[in-house]
């Protein structure tokens, strides 16, 4: 079963203060590696995909890396605004559908 | 990114009635749309999977006589909850996927619903 786990549940920082999270996954097959942030009562916004293992991408303080098992969504500096829920979704080869993980709620500290 | 809009925001109906959600793409024709259903603090769970001309796929569990879905033309997609129950209560977001070679998903900003 395609499976997607996103660590830790909740990470509270202090502005400027760096950190990382996980997403491990268990696929069949990996088609991409999606990451979204998602505002309270909002819908998902669209941050990044990956498509293969080495694969990076940034945005601003935002930076997504892919391994075989796994992706990180780095943050580096933070600001109160970067506070939201960070979802991590895989789409399996050969469907169209995303798998998501349970999400990452990151608030921080001015 | 693409542009979803979602209509209503937010809804209140009593328990036994049916509301219809929209769901359009603004700024692009989307072939294939998806539904999803999101309790408070939990992630997102696909509802279906909407193909522009054919009937809705289902998830497992998923009533398809309860949520009916509708996509009946490339920027327009929606979603009924029929003799809606408290139970129902959720926030529902719709998406479908950009084209070219990136498959790309793109979210709506979601509806919640209240059912007393």
């Known amino acids: 079963e395609d499976q997607v786990t996103q660590s830790p549940e909740a990470l509270r920082l202090q502005e400027g203060e760096s950190s990382s999270l996980n997403c491990s996954y268990t696929?069949?097959?990996?088609?991409?590696l999606f990451w979204y942030r998602q505002d309270p009562g909002k819908g998902p916004e669209f941050l990044f995909t990956?498509?293969?293992a080495g694969e990076e991408k940034e945005k601003e303080r935002l930076k997504a890396t892919l391994t075989k098992k796994e992706s990180f969504l780095h943050i580096t500096a933070p600001k109160p605004e970067d506070s939201a829920t960070y979802l991590c979704a895989v789409q399996v080869r050969g469907a169209q559908k995303l798998v998501f993980g349970q999400g990452t709620r990151l608030t921080i500290n001015p | 990114g693409a542009v979803v809009s979602q209509h209503p925001s937010w809804v209140i109906c009593k328990s036994g009635t049916s509301v219809k959600i929209e769901c359009r793409s603004l700024d692009f024709q989307a072939t294939t749309m998806f539904w999803y259903r999101q309790f408070p603090k939990q992630s997102l769970m696909l509802m279906a999977t909407?193909?522009?001309?054919?009937?809705?796929?289902?998830e497992q569990g998923v009533e398809k006589d309860k949520f009916l879905i509708n996509h009946a033309s490339l920027t327009l997609s929606t979603l009924t909850v029929t003799s809606a129950h408290p139970e129902d209560s959720s926030f529902y977001i719709c998406s479908f996927i950009s084209g070219g070679n990136h498959n790309e998903q793109f979210f709506g900003p979601g509806t919640r619903l209240t059912v007393l």
């Open positions: 909407s193909n522009e001309g054919s009937k809705a796929t289902y």
């Open positions: 990956l498509y293969s």
């Open positions: 696929v069949s097959g990996l088609r991409g």
